[in-house]
């Protein structure tokens, strides 16, 4: 599967309040070509003030993958997780993103540095019916390794318009329509299978629109995409 193909979409296109939204669909989580090098005092400053902004990014994660570089997270113990997840993208997070900071427009609110485990920040305020709904597509917060709380103090406080729970109700609509879309069609009919690079871009641009596929980054990493 994927490990970091990306393509920035208009709003008409996932049907959300955000303007401009990048998709980022990871089959292991690696972000080192996403923004490099010093930042100059001012521009650190800035990359921590919330509701500067320009773009948000949709990270999704292919479980099975993930797993298989992770096994001990208690997600990838559960019995028959990857089986579970083994037709569909799970949630890793919704971004702002900063032109001029990238990855690093991050922790805008009371946390200024990452804790030790994810599980050290305290739970996130939102609803049982969002914590419901998010398990079912972040296995993390529904094994208890916390992901949803490292989302929320990392990224989600870098904006100020939704509260945690408007938040995380965006990035399960947004994951849930991605999942649905031709795309996700596409890769759960060819799981296991050689496609054409060019059979995936035309399906692709089909999915998110005329030659999308110009913005769209396919890595290898091992043997996998």
Not at 54 to 72: E, G, I, M, R
Not at 170 to 179: D, M, P, R, V
Request: hydrophobic content about 30%; glycine content about 4%; charged content about 15%.
């Amino acid at each position: 599967m994927s490990n970091s193909p990306a393509t920035t979409m208009n709003s008409h296109t996932m049907k959300s309040p955000i303007r401009t939204l990048t998709l980022l669909l990871c089959s292991s989580l690696h972000l080192s070509s996403y923004g490099s090098g010093k930042l100059a005092p001012t521009t650190q400053s800035l990359c921590s003030t919330p509701d500067l902004a320009d773009s948000y990014v949709l990270a999704l994660s292919w479980q099975p993958t993930f797993c298989q570089s992770h096994p001990n997270r208690p997600e990838c113990q559960a019995h028959n997780q990857l089986k579970d997840q083994a037709d569909h993208f799970t949630l890793h997070g919704l971004w702002p993103d900063q032109a001029r900071c990238h990855k690093r427009y991050t922790m805008c609110g009371a946390y200024q540095q990452e804790p030790t485990s994810f599980c050290d920040y305290p739970p996130v305020p939102i609803s049982t019916r969002t914590r419901e709904q998010l398990e079912r597509i972040m296995p993390s917060a529904k094994y208890g390794s916390c992901l949803q709380r490292h989302e929320w103090y990392k990224h989600g406080t870098c904006q100020t318009t939704m509260n945690a729970d408007r938040y995380f109700q965006l990035a399960i609509k947004l994951t849930s329509e991605f999942n649905q879309s031709n795309i996700m069609r596409f890769m759960a009919n060819h799981l296991g299978h050689t496609v054409k690079v060019s059979d995936f871009i035309t399906v692709f641009d089909q999915t998110f629109g005329d030659m999308r596929h110009q913005q769209l980054k396919l890595q290898c990493r091992g043997n996998k995409i």
